[in-house]
């Protein structure tokens, strides 16, 4: 039919197509009714726009109207996942605090990427091509880096077209996964402390948020490490119900610094198989880990590599937060449906610094680039653990990531202390939190901020303090903290 030629020599681009367009038959009519479905809308009188009806609805209660705050109600999946809610990062906010406040609060860099890294970014930057878009599934230079650098990791040969797909960071690699699978109402396991944006980013898809503990340690001589953070895996397969379809796993571990062991993930992983279930290893930290411990990953497992999507980040292996470059691999049965929607999100991710990405994994090897920074964040953790040593407080030592947990149950503030209206009413660690960072110039993040409201007192006891700084900051910072020594019981 002319129709059905005509539309396959638009996608064809054709040329002659326009004269078609502007010269209509009197049969595309009948073949345009013949080929596409006429869906009839049942036309009801409209009502009379209220604003008053709009803001009622928004805030269950008239308005004025006069009052044009509120004229559209936004989505009601807003008022899921703490979306709404005034997060931890605007609170302790470096505009909420002095001006001389050591932040070691959020967990970005306040150094540069390698130089190398940076030139190859300015290359980048001059050269045409990665200055437009890039495929969806990302730059063929940074996939093909991506595949040289973690196929012996992996154990086997990385598809580049099928198995590795470059995202706008790992969090949109992980939004991306949860729009490709969640169903309304399918549920999601996270251990808990959890990173705060798989919340909002389950609910935001449909998923419903199930809780399991990681349980701290109970010894009382504060030499504790992220290793002594357990699961208990009869209390794991309680929470599987029949609309389990997804369990999250962050090794290393943010908050904690836990870098799980090969029998713990065998564990996840039996139960994975059991009930069917996706698995989400969030690995952004895989190239931190101290002491010698081994980062076991999970799709490596029996049976785990269909069932598994992996996440990494440039931006935390080359100290570029901002770059907002990661990358997700797995079997095409996970990347495939997750490049349809990562396409429907963001299209394609920055081309330029997606090509200094990839001078980053291609280099990183012959410069020992990822061991000589090992020692240098094992060197920046030092720091933070002998200053908390001299001050006798309780801390738990990862074994991954650049976050440390200081127990700050011992932190003596005076309860009339003129804390904002932001901290009030959250848990005492917020409040711990607050007074260290105006009294002492130390800014951290109050732990249960990573918690659901039922866990949440097992993470009071906790602030997180990140040491993904020079060292130069982080001796000042060391320094300041001895003035706790006047607030401990």
């Known amino acids: 039919m002319k129709v059905a030629r005509f539309t396959e020599r638009v996608f064809a681009g054709e040329t002659q197509v326009e004269s078609d367009w502007k010269r209509p038959s009197e049969t595309m009519l009948p073949a345009f009714l013949a080929n596409f479905r006429v869906i009839r809308l049942s036309l009801r009188p409209l009502r009379p726009f209220s604003t008053s009806a709009r803001s009622m609805a928004l805030n269950g209660k008239p308005a004025s109207a006069h009052d044009r705050t509120n004229l559209i109600p936004f989505s009601s999946r807003l008022k899921e996942g703490r979306a709404l809610a005034q997060d931890v990062w605007s609170i302790f906010n470096v505009a909420n605090l002095p001006a001389d406040c050591i932040n070691l609060g959020q967990g970005y ?67 991306s996964v949860f729009t490709a699978f969640l169903e309304q109402g399918d549920e999601v396991i996270m251990f808990e402390p959890f990173f705060d944006q798989y919340l909002p980013s389950v609910t935001f898809n449909g998923g419903k948020p199930v809780y399991v503990p990681l349980h701290p340690p109970s ?212 409040r711990a939190c607050w007074f260290i960072a105006l009294e002492v110039g130390v800014s951290s993040i109050p732990v249960s901020e990573f918690y659901c409201e039922e866990h949440a007192n097992i993470g009071e006891a906790y602030a997180r303090f990140a040491f993904c700084k020079d060292v130069d900051t982080l001796r000042q910072a060391a320094e300041r903290l001895q003035r706790l020594k006047k607030y401990l019981k």
Request: charged share 25%.
């Open 109 to 175: 860099m306040n150094f540069p990427p390698p130089e190398w890294v940076r030139e190859a970014a300015e290359a980048a930057l001059r050269t045409v091509a990665p200055n437009h878009y890039s495929h969806p599934r990302g730059r063929i230079r940074l996939r093909e880096a991506i595949k040289a650098f973690y196929d012996p990791l992996f154990g086997r040969k990385l598809d580049v077209e099928s198995e590795i797909l470059v995202t706008s960071g790992a969090n949109e690699g992980q939004y």
């Open 219 to 430: 010894n009382s001589q504060g030499k504790s490490t992220s290793d002594d953070w357990t699961i208990d895996v009869d209390e794991l397969r309680r929470a599987i119900t029949p609309r389990t379809k997804m369990i999250i796993v962050n090794t290393p571990h943010n908050p904690v610094g836990k870098v799980f062991r090969k029998e713990e993930l065998e564990a996840i992983a039996s139960l994975a198989e059991e009930f069917n279930l996706l698995v989400m290893s969030d690995e952004v930290y895989d190239c931190l880990v101290f002491d010698g411990k081994e980062h076991v990953r999970i799709a490596n497992l029996p049976g785990m590599w269909d069932r598994t999507v992996t996440v990494g980040s440039a931006g935390k292996a080359f100290a570029a937060t901002g770059w907002r470059v990661g990358w997700l691999i797995g079997p095409p049965s996970i990347i495939q449906p997750t490049l349809a929607a990562t396409t429907r999100i963001v299209f394609c991710t920055n081309s330029p610094l997606q090509e200094a990405a990839a001078a980053g994994l291609e280099q990183a090897k012959e410069r020992r680039f990822f061991e000589i920074q090992r020692d240098q964040y094992a060197e920046r953790r030092a720091i933070l653990t002998d200053a908390f040593d001299r001050l006798g407080l309780k801390y738990t030592l990862p074994e991954g990531s650049y976050f440390i947990l200081l127990d700050i149950s011992d932190v003596d503030f005076p309860e009339d202390y003129p804390f904002p209206q932001s901290v009030l009413g959250r848990g005492r660690d917020f």
